[in-house]
Every structure is written in C-alpha cells, then in structure tokens.
C-alpha cells in the first residue's frame, strides 16, 4: 500500500509538472474584441510562430520589437502638447538674454522668408518678437524651472505680453517644421528644455502628461491661439491651431503587456526628446518597455544645451530611426532587424519597411498623405485578398495592419478606418493618394515594387548626406 502511495505521489507530481510547464509555454493572445479583426490575427500569429514557445526562440537573444511613440502609442503627440503646457505655465530655464539663441539655433538662414504659408516672414523676425515679450514676461519674475510661480498663471495668460509670446512661439515650430524640414524643426523645440536638467524635464513632462492626458472625449479639442493685434511686433499678428489632449488606448497596453509576455522586447524609438518619452511609460501605465532611444541633446554641467547630441545617434526621424536601430538597438540583439514595428506617418516609413526581419507592422490610421498611405493601402489591399501574417511571409513580405481609432478620448476601434479629432463625422480609411496606390496593387503591382517605385524619399538625402531610403527589407 505504501509502495503504491509512493508511485501515486511520484506520477501526481509528475503530471503537475508537466502541467505547469506547459501553462508557463502557452501564448499570450491579444483578446480585445476592439482591435481590427485582421490586424488581431496577424500580431497573434506572430506570437505563436517568433514568441517564447515557439521553435528556434532563444531566451538569450530574443526578438524585439520598435515602436514610435506620438500618434502610435500615444494618440496625439506628447511632445507637442507638452510645448502648449510648457508655454501655458512658464516653465522654462532660458535667460533672455539667450533667448535669441535658442530660437535660431540650427536654423539654416535665419533672414530667409519662409513662404506665401507662412506670410514670407523670416525666424529672425519672429523670433524677435518672440524675445522681446519673452524678456517682460521673465522680468516679472514668472518664468521658472520649477512650480514656484504657478499660483500666477492666470495673471499672466490674461496679458498682452503672454500671448504674443505664446502665440508666436508655437507658430514658429509649425512654420520651420513645415518650411525647411523635420531635421531642423524636430531638434528645435527641443531646445525649449535648455538650462534644465534631465530630471527637471522629465518632471515637467510627467505634469503635462497627466494633465492632458486619457481624458474624457468631451477635453479633447483644436485650439487656436492669436497674438495680440496692435501689439508693437516685426511679424503683425499671427494665429495658429493645435491639438489639445493626449492619450493611450487600453489596446497599446495590452499589445505592449503581451509582447513581454510573448518574450518579445519593446522599444520605444521616438522623434520627440528623450526625457518626455522617458516619463510615458510610468504616466500612462506601460508594462513591458525594455529601451528607449529619442532626440538628445547635449548635456553640459549636468544641464540640456540647445545642441543636438550626434556623437550618440542620428535624429531618430525618417532614415534616421533605421541608423539609430543599427547603432543602438540591433548589436544587442547579434544584428538582427525588429521582427514587429508600430507607426503611423512619414518618420516611422523606414523602421518599418527596411529590415528583412520585420515580420508585422502596426499601422494606427490617420489618413495620411505621405509615406504611410502607401502601408496603408498594403494593409487594405492585403486585407481584401485574405492575406494573412504566414501568407505575407510565405510571399517574403511583411503583413502590415492598419488600426482604426476614435482619436478623441483615445478610443480604439475594431475597423480599419479611424475617426480623426473634429472630424468623427467623416471616418478616414485611404487618403485620396492612398486609394491611387491601392489601385496599383490591385494592378498586379507588388508591395515590394510599390514601396521601392513610390516613396517620396526615392533619390533624396537625409541631412548627413545619407540616402533618405535605404529600400525594401535591405537591412
């Protein structure tokens, strides 16, 4: 009897092994009945054949994944929104004395018009503008670093002074980005965090991330802001938009919860600096970012320059992203490419296209006109012909997965089409250039051919010289 209670015992703990061990390799499924169908199946697909229990995965060499972060994870963009906190509290560490400095630092030519958009005006003219109400404003003692001045802020957003600050400011981001380049804007608004430090900013990007952020649909809106009219100014009055609100949908979070689970790491991969990105995860409850790489800037006695820090990696923008992968992502990883990609416009266009290894890309929809339309229309096209992950694979291409969402109140949806801040009556699917690409594939074209033959980036360089593109599954 004994010996029988022996045996039993021994095969009971037998089977509980077993068990446990195969409880520990079951696949974690992403479950969310609000993801897009076809763009459900792909990630799981992915899990099951590239996640921990499957054949070949290696625990000391896992696959990873690279995210961008504004408009991808977040909707919206956070360091945009961050701008408007920054300029709403006072919060800078800018002399004004310096102020010129910053505000036309990397600029090509200061004294150049920057076209019929932006009324011919020029960054030194307004950035004068800027300077001189910048100046009264700090003068009064309400620009800080930290939050000793709040109690005054609505005493100073009632003023001519910072409005036309204010105004003015975020209307040059819009006007450099748009005139001369992402190279040149995207550094710039970083140099807003000059004089503080690392810590500081991040602090400040934490206060702006939950103040605007996973609000309810009704908070989210498009601002406009004037500057004073009659205020003595070289520029006149000017007005610009912007969004306000920002957010995570509970699907982000469960695909980022289920990579980790899966054994697959996740990278954050941003154009925005590197202390705001650093400050999402914690904010807004991301678990699972294994690295982040973003925008730096030089740090000089322990304090952020207006410089730009190259000796580190290139601006992680456009081609930018793929060579700051190559240099600081890949080698820990014995050279291999992210197997999953998430985007949703231009700047993402290479990180998800370039590398061989990349298996699935997610694609959050916002209609656009760029480089990402053409994903787009591959995720519309591949989706009608019942293309799956393991048919994109078996063809040697990469599935890409268009998501829909209700930008307000950061919502996702289970379509392809989004409904864009403002516009919820008017769901976006393809852009107009979108459905042109759609009907070259439905041509006979091949996504490979189409991404090669059509992106904009076809010939050009990035600022370094480098070939803006560097072609389809190349690396």
Known sequence: MKKFTKIAVAAMAFVMIFSCVAMAAQVTYLKSPYWEPNTKKAINQMFEAYGKTSKGYNPNCKPYAVFDCDNSITVLDVEEQLAIYQLEHLRFAIKPEQMFKVLTAGIPNIDEPM?????????????????KAYAKLYAKGWVKADRSQEKN??????????????AKARWMYDAICDYFDA????????????????????????????????????????????SPAGYPSECGQLKIKFNKGVGVTAELK??????????????????????????????????????????TNKIKNGKITWEYDYDLHAQTQGIGKSLTIDKCIRPKYKGRGPIFGAMDSQGDFNFCTEYKDTKVVLIMNRGRKDDAGILSAIAVWQNKKGIDAKKAWA?????????????????????????????????????????????MLEGGMSPKDLINSETKLKGKKFYDGTPAFAGYKTR
């Open 183 to 226: 190279a040149v804007g995207y550094p710039w608004i970083t140099y807003w965090f000059a004089g503080m430090t690392p810590k500081q900013t991040q602090e400040l990007a934490a206060e702006s991330h939950k103040f605007y952020g996973n609000k309810p649909a009704e908070f989210w809106d498009k601002i406009t802001w004037t």
């Open 115 to 131: 076209g019929e958009d932006w009324g011919n005006l020029t960054v030194r003219k307004a950035a004068n503008d800027v300077c």
């Open 153 to 166: 802020m609505a005493k100073w957003m009632a003023t001519d002074d910072w409005k036309e600050f204010a």
């Open 254 to 295: 469960e695909l980022i919860a289920a990579l980790d689970a899966n054994g697959i790491d996740m990278w954050i991969n941003s154009a925005s600096h590197l202390d705001p990105i650093k400050a999402v995860p914690g904010v807004f409850g991301l678990k699972g970012v294994d690295g982040i790489v973003a925008m």
């Open 395 to 439: 063809m040697g291409d990469t599935r890409y997965c268009l998501q829909g969402r209700r930008e307000a109140g950061a919502v996702c949806m289970p379509t392809s089409y989004s409904l864009l801040l403002k516009k919820e009556d008017s769901p976006v699917l393809l852009s107009a250039k979108g459905e042109k690409w759609l009907e």
